[in-house]
């Protein structure tokens, strides 16, 4: 896990408007990008909820932070469903957009 993942985690709560997590089911499929990124860092992660999904999504390393913000879109694989994030690296918050 990186320092900024580290960081941010313990701060992570799950929205109540967020799909129930059904826990029979080791991981839902997620594909995360960068908003506003022409380079196209995306990733396909397993994880809890769609905000977990975002944290992974930093893990995976696939992610360069230029800037103290990050818009994260994460969208479900089954659903097709999306949620936007932003990351705030200073503040170590994450907040649905």
């Known amino acids: 896990m990186t320092a900024v993942a580290?960081?941010?985690a313990p701060?992570?709560?799950?929205?109540?408007?967020l799909r129930e997590v059904d826990?029979?089911?080791?991981?839902?499929?997620?594909i995360a990008?960068?908003?506003?990124?022409?380079?196209?860092?995306?990733?396909?992660v397993n994880a809890a909820d769609f905000i977990d999904a975002a944290a992974v999504y930093l893990e995976t390393g696939a992610v360069?932070?230029?800037s103290e913000v990050l818009k994260v879109?994460?969208?479900?694989?089954?659903t097709g469903l999306t949620?936007?994030?932003?990351?705030?690296f200073s503040s170590?918050?994450?907040?649905?957009?």
């Open 6 to 8: 580290r960081r941010i």
């Open 11 to 17: 701060t992570r709560i799950a929205p109540t408007h």
């Open 23 to 30: 826990l029979s089911r080791p991981a839902w499929r997620f």
């Open 33 to 44: 990008e960068v908003i506003g990124d022409e380079t196209g860092q995306r990733a396909t």
């Open 64 to 66: 360069t932070i230029a």
């Open 73 to 78: 879109a994460v969208t479900d694989c089954e």
């Open 83 to 88: 949620h936007c994030f932003s990351l705030d």
């Open 92 to 97: 170590g918050e994450i907040k649905q957009s």
